[in-house]
């Protein structure tokens, strides 16, 4: 399955430059994270301070499970909460609401 997904990293250079240097090689814990979780791929692309990421996943996998596993990992916890520095909420995110899963609105 694929799914779509946005947040903004808050509109300054210097904390957008820092964000991508982590991503260029993220924690081992984090990568195998994301691939016990069942995400088989992950792509992260960023316009701005706009990001928009994709994920292909195995059969089986949801959001209520990933969320799971991400809290009971110290690891996990202790990457997202240093990510939020440089992260900000959509304008229509809920409270504590970050990655925000997009409609697909067209399909060629």
Known sequence: MRYCLALDLKDDPVLIA???RYHKK???EIEKSIRDSGIEKMEIYRTGNRMFMIMETRAGFTFDQKEHLDRINPKVT???QML??????LPHAKPGEKWILMDKIFDL
């Open 84 to 89: 939020w520095k440089y992260q900000q909420a």
């Open 18 to 20: 820092e964000y991508e």
């Open 26 to 28: 993220i924690w081992p």
């Open 78 to 80: 202790e990457w997202e």
